[in-house]
């Protein structure tokens, strides 16, 4: 079983760029969520995808989008670039029950992105 | 709006002491209440979990206490080693997915 895989690992950018992180779920999980988490501090949520259909948002602009593929696997993208930006994005797969309630989020170790 | 409040910031123990991390919520719609450890350079990693319905729950050295009336919830460490060394963040789950953490905890523990 592998566990949450995330890509690239570090990431240099310029205010205004546009940047697609993406991640790979665990096996069998066919949920993914987006945190950042600024440096010091802890991990908010941006939004999460359940089978290809946003499923709950964070208080971020539109410019942050994502996406999940049927494999479930995940980007986020985020355009026009801020200093503020700069933090490391994780990726938590979890499975999803039918009911609404959640099952235990994993991590993957993040991408940890720079904007210039 | 700070829905969860973490203390203290930081905290050194000595090897083989307890350490004791603190949560404190606002929402009442958080339904499961999980605790977090991240080392420099990962992903944070469930460490313990607990049910509202549930008041102690104990896994080898670690005990999550919870009381709902006063809505809080702390994470005890019993003998505490060094490889424990770690940031702690509590993050309770709202709508059974989104999970709101806390500002974490840096525990060192000396040995």
């Known amino acids: 079983e592998t566990g949450v895989t995330q890509s690239p690992t570090h990431l240099i950018k310029t205010r205004g760029q546009q940047v697609t992180l993406r991640c790979s779920s665990q096996?069998?999980?066919?949920?993914v969520s987006w945190y950042q988490q600024a440096l010091g501090q802890g991990p908010q949520f941006i939004f999460q995808y359940y089978r290809e259909e946003e499923n709950g948002r964070g208080n971020f602009p539109p410019r942050f989008s994502g996406l999940q593929f049927p494999n479930y696997s995940s980007e986020l993208n985020v355009n026009a670039l801020e200093l503020d930006d700069s933090a490391l994005y994780l990726c938590?797969?979890?499975?999803?029950?039918?009911?609404?309630?959640?099952?235990?989020?994993?991590f993957g170790p993040g991408t940890r992105l720079t904007v210039l | 709006q700070q829905q969860v409040k973490q203390s203290p910031q930081s905290l050194i123990v000595q090897k083989g002491g307890i350490s004791i991390i603190n949560c404190a919520y606002e929402n009442t719609a958080f339904d499961y209440f999980p605790w977090y450890q991240q080392f420099p350079g990962k992903g944070p990693a469930l460490l313990i979990a607990i049910r509202p319905d549930v008041s102690e729950k104990k896994e080898g050295r670690f005990t999550i206490s919870f009381n709902k009336s006063a809505k809080q919830f702390s994470l005890h460490i019993m003998d505490s080693q060094p490889g424990d060394s770690a940031t702690y963040f509590c993050a309770p789950v709202e709508y059974g997915n989104k999970l709101v953490f806390g500002a974490g905890t840096i525990l060192r523990v000396k040995s």
């Open positions: 096996s069998g999980h066919n949920t």
């Open positions: 938590a797969s979890s499975s999803q029950k039918s009911t609404g309630m959640g099952d235990t989020q994993y």
